[in-house]
């Protein structure tokens, strides 16, 4: 299996090591993704998206892979996603973070081939049909992910900065801490182009 992984590695041979994971090779439609600009079709009826101001706080968790704020559970106000394409309301759950070391690039996802420094992944599950993300993550429009792509500039972001503030605390795998509060609207608000 190690020379396997060595000849074939990455998404496009995940459903080919594993038969329980063969959309990796089949699906159209996971990540990752690379987003060619020119052929996206302009939808002049799209509404904004919509993110509640409310702020949160949680846990920050190293996977190994990626960084990984989970909101606490007993928040009482919590906040929704909506507008856009989305015909149903989104209750936020969790942020993954994924960056590169070093020089390297870190998105998941790329635009025109291109891989940014870093990617900030709002997930959320569909409240108005679930009770929460176990149930809705394998259901039809369960689940809902904004991704936004980050490079690394000269104008800080100061709720993603209430977020990496921990990161020297969560430097190993299986290690949390507890992260400040952060609005995600303007986390959001901030990365619009």
Not at 78 to 105: K, W
Not at 170 to 185: E, G, H, P, R, W
Request: glycine share 8%.
């Amino acid at each position: 299996m190690y020379l396997y992984s060595i000849l074939f590695s990455g998404p496009a041979y995940w459903g080919l090591m594993n038969p329980q994971w063969n959309m990796c090779s089949r699906g159209r439609r996971q990540s990752p993704v690379n987003v060619e600009p020119d052929k996206l079709l302009f939808d002049p009826y799209l509404r904004h998206i919509h993110i509640d101001k409310q702020k949160v706080s949680g846990m920050l968790h190293n996977t190994g892979q990626s960084l990984v704020f989970r909101v606490d559970k007993d928040t009482k106000q919590h906040v929704n996603i909506s507008g856009g394409p989305l015909a149903y309301r989104y209750q936020f759950e969790e942020i993954y973070i994924h960056y590169g070391m070093e020089n390297q690039q870190g998105s998941e996802h790329h635009i025109q081939g291109y891989s940014f420094t870093a990617e900030i992944q709002f997930y959320g599950f569909n409240k108005d049909l679930y009770h929460n993300m176990s149930e809705a993550l394998h259901k039809s429009q369960g689940i809902v992910a904004i991704s936004l792509m980050v490079q690394v500039g000269d104008t800080p972001n100061g709720e993603l900065r209430l977020i990496t503030t921990v990161f020297n605390k969560v430097t190993y795998k299986d290690t949390n801490s507890y992260a400040t509060t952060s609005s995600i609207l303007e986390l959001y608000l901030n990365y619009k182009f």
